[in-house]
């Protein structure tokens, strides 16, 4: 498994290396894809990157770039690789570095490794659930698990080095009436918050470091937007909650179990990492 741990770290940041290339020159060929999201050249060629080192490892890699795979093929897998070679595209063409390479080793539903990482932030985020998750910086062109491990911080950081009222992360994006209201909820329940807004799946990457206390998304994502930075989540002793509406109480929302993936629909439901 450690081979195959590598593999996604050298994929993801050399992938990064390839995105910057993109980022710090004055050609983004930013086109419209059938959904109306936006695709540029350094999505591309990430993903040419990341497929060229995993398919060395012999297990199938599903991408928001890759094929339309059907189900009735994935239903079979065991396990795979589910990749979003940049996440966060709008921050992307923003400008703001809040965008990330995320890969992901997916096993019988569930992430069993992930790697994150923010190219011009230079944070490398890998979580292996029930053994731990780090962060390191600058990483090298042949990062590896344990030089992550070695020279990494492992997670989460201890809260009291952020010092501040509860904080709740919420996205720069895609912040609608539903989050809003359950904003409200939150407020409600732990009086002063502070709300943080970030791109990317940089959002679980806060709850995992520490850095906030909870992310509530209720709004459309992929699963491969939120695999890698699962398992980072997992690592540092979080958790990634389905969300379902209670019986009771209209817009009131409860938890109801871990995120699940390779679901025959790719659209994740609402969830909050906690």
Known sequence: MRDLYNVAIRAAVMAGKAILEVYNSNDLQVIEKEDKSPLTKADRAAHQVIVSHLDKTGIPVLSEEGRDIP??????????????????????????????????LVSKGRPVFGVVYAPVLGNLYVGIPGEGSWLTE??????????????????????????????????RSHLNPETEHYLEQIKAAEGEIEIVTKGSSLKLCMVATGEADIYP????TMEWDVAAAHAVVSGAGKHVY????????????EKDGELRYNKKNLLNPYFLVT
Do not use: C, Q
């Open 71 to 104: 189900f009735e093929e994935r239903s079979g897998w065991d396990r795979f690789w589910l990749v979003d070679p940049l996440d966060g595209t709008k921050e992307f063409i923003k400008r703001n570095g809040e965008f990330t390479v995320n890969i992901a």
């Open 138 to 171: 600058v990483p090298r062109d042949n990062e590896m698990l344990e030089n992550v491990k070695n020279d990494g911080t492992s997670l989460p950081v201890s809260r009291s080095k952020f010092k501040s009222p509860y904080k709740v992360v919420a996205s």
């Open 217 to 220: 998304r209720l709004g459309p």
């Open 242 to 253: 389905r969300l379902k509406e209670g019986e009771s109480e209209k817009g009131k929302w």
